[in-house]
């Protein structure tokens, strides 16, 4: 292990000792309400009891009346009357509960609700050899999200995420239906949906529509983004008439993480190394979070997060092509391919959040993503013409020119976006969003040095 290696290890090893990692243990599903805010309007949060992680999702249901919450959580139902009521809670992989309250003729409710996974249910059933409990709750998020909205929508968590090999944004895509992806050397590049071109499938960051890269194209490059510092992919196939109109195919929405998301500190960290079988090229792969929650209502949010990766990349093969020889298929030219690169992704992002009261929010993100490929390409091809008339697709005679080709190329890619907006509840009926954004990507290339050699020597070649 190099001194690098070592201290970086030292480091997510420190970070991590100051972490308090709490026992597992079955806790109770609990609420707390509160007289407050205006006459006739119930708000509150809901959280699982064993992280403090608060659900997006979950369907709140009060007199015939429902309310979805958003992603800290939170929620608002109006127009209630005074008196005794049920308040009931659902969602998916928990416990349904049943809150009773009473609404009074001058004030609200706030209703703070924790609930208690079914995992932890005493007569739950546990198999003999087996019991999977590890993504359960990662998946029921996603799930729930999706069956909340209004729209068609596929969703995976970034806890979801995190257990998959994932290099970048589009890779990650395809562990959602209907997705498929392009890819460059065997890496995710371009996004497709449904089998639409990739230039209908536009790319945002919390809803702000991501700059390209590549000019010459509609389809975002995103190989850039590293997947390590996401919450959440949000994949539209039906557009709503809140967002823009130029997403023909599909929309993907990256989400960022956020401190309000859950109670208290957020920190994670991890590191990974290894080798590439073919070429013995290195592997790296380091990410750490670190969020906390401030102010004397815990209303003010700051998380940082930040990813790299570094690849020594190999590609050895033999690709043919084929063109119309003698009224059929023969090959024209074969390419003898021995690439070498390093690819290098760096991802940082930074999120505040300032929740004025439960019906005004603030908050401010700056993401920077950038993506190096440095790659010297040998080439060897073989051109071949005057083929016999017995040549065919397998087997023939024909003569051959060699070049050999030589070339050195970087490319740095880079997408930097900034976000201030708001989300603001006015009067019992309407809620009123804003945004102030700038996203800016640029691609450059250097150097790029290319040599081709070419023989004098055109013998003739046999090949079957």
Known sequence: MTCKHTVIAAAIATALSFAHVA???????????MSEGVAGTVIGRVKESSRGVYLDGAVITLNGSQAITQRDGSFRITGVAPGRHTLRVD?????????AIEVGESQGLNVEIELRSTNAVGGALELDRIDVRASRDAQAMALNQQRTSTNYVNVVSADLLG?????NIAESTQRIPGVSIERDQGEG???TVRGAPKEYTTVSLDGVPLANPDGTSRGV?????P???????EVTKAITPDMDGDAIGGNINIRTQSALDRDGLTLRASAAMGEYQLGSGDNERYNATIGNRFGADKNIGILFSASRSKQGRFTDNVETLYGGVNG???PTEIQIKDYEGTRTRTGLTGRFDFRIDPGNLVYLVASDANF?????????????DQHTTASDQTTGNARATFDKELRERTYDKSIRTYNLGGEHVVGEDWKFDWQASQSKATKETYPRMQYIFRSTVRPRMEYD
């Open 23 to 33: 026992p597992a243990s079955a806790q109770t599903a609990s609420s707390i309400v």
């Open 91 to 99: 969602y998916l992989g928990f416990q349904a509960q049943d809150i």
């Open 163 to 167: 257990q998959f090999p994932d290099n």
């Open 189 to 191: 590049r371009y996004v």
């Open 221 to 225: 490059e995103l190989d850039t983004i």
């Open 227 to 233: 997947s390590d510092v996401i919450a959440a992919l």
């Open 328 to 330: 059929g298929l023969a």
């Open 372 to 384: 190096k490929d440095h790659e010297f390409r040998d080439n060897l091809v073989i051109t071949l």
